[in-house]
């Protein structure tokens, strides 16, 4: 789960870490409190959405007067940010952050992630910040350094000592530094992170080293125990279809295809997807109904598919392990009969009590396309998505 700059900066706050004032508002009332309550001369304005490359998008402007700071955030808040990362259904801002003008000396990059190459958490360091870190990788590995964290959030005194000359840092901005690092990994680790980073790390003229920038992203498993992270959950930042995915427990990523796919088990559903363009065809999402969805949770999942104007077919593949296939063969007539669905159905189950949930279906005089296997399940699928004659009502 991501965060937004300003929930990521309070973290960074909690372990000693610098972060320049800021304010938020979601109105031009808002900004105008901020304004005052910050005092305000020049001042930076930057959308919060869940994605990078704001500045390049149009989402941070610079204001020279307090007035100017009011109309730019007044003029930001309600901007659909739209590039790479958004795709093209984009994401709104609903909340400016405002802060005050930092003089910068120089810019670095610095970020905890975890090596899922060697299952370790790692420092990543760079000292050319302010800009993509894959940039600086593909251009420059050289300035590049990877450190280990402990399990415990520490970091060794030497690694951090390397850290700092390969920085470029000495005297009291290298205790800054330093000092700055250790909270980083600590933050990391306690607050079960896949990504923390700050980018730029900045020094200011005097010597100060300031977070800049935040990015935070959050294991969702395990939100249980970070409860005033999972508070930060923001649905406007996802798609529609995503939020009430979310909200009924099910796993969704909408894709460009025209199959929609209904599966339980992240490995069978990307298998299934993997299966469905081995045989020509194209999934319209990935979709994982979980272990134990019952009558309404399929209800919704057919919503979700349904609702995506591209899907001209839909697979239903279920393996009943804890799931039982009558009480998906029940979800899946009932959805049908809720929805009155029009376009082409497969579904092939498998698992547990496989036989009933078969019958179930057969006798139930809908228009349903049985498969037996993947591969069958796939090229009929494939097939009425194409508008071809099935066999295996």
Known sequence: MDVHEYQAKGVLEKYGIKVPPYGIASSKLEAEKVVKDLDLEQSVVKIQVHA??????????????PQEAVNLAEQLIGMKMVNRQTGPEGVVAEKVMISPLTDIKKEYYVAAVIDRENARPILIVSPEGGM???????????K???TPIGLDGTVKGFHLNNI???MGWSGNTAKQGIKMLRGLAKAFMDVDASLLEIN???ETPEGEIVALDAKLSVDENALFRQ???AECYDPTQR?????????????YIALDGDIGCMVNGAGLAM???DIIQHYGGKPANFLDVGGGATQEKVTEAFKIILSDEKVTAILVNIFGGIMNCATIAEGILGAMKELELTIPLVVRLEGTNVENGRRILEESGVNIISANGMADAAQKVVAAAKGETMSGV
Do not use: C, Q
């Open 227 to 229: 409860k005033d992270l």
């Open 164 to 166: 700092a000359k390969f």
């Open 144 to 146: 590049i350094l990877k």
């Open 271 to 273: 298998a299934t997807m």
């Open 132 to 142: 993509e870190i894959e940039e600086v990788a593909e251009r420059t590995p050289e």
């Open 239 to 251: 798609s529609a279809n995503e939020a009430i995915a979310k909200k009924n427990d099910l796993a």
């Open 52 to 65: 990078g490359g704001r500045g390049k998008a149009g989402g941070v402007k610079i204001a020279k007067t």
């Open 200 to 202: 730029p790390l900045i």
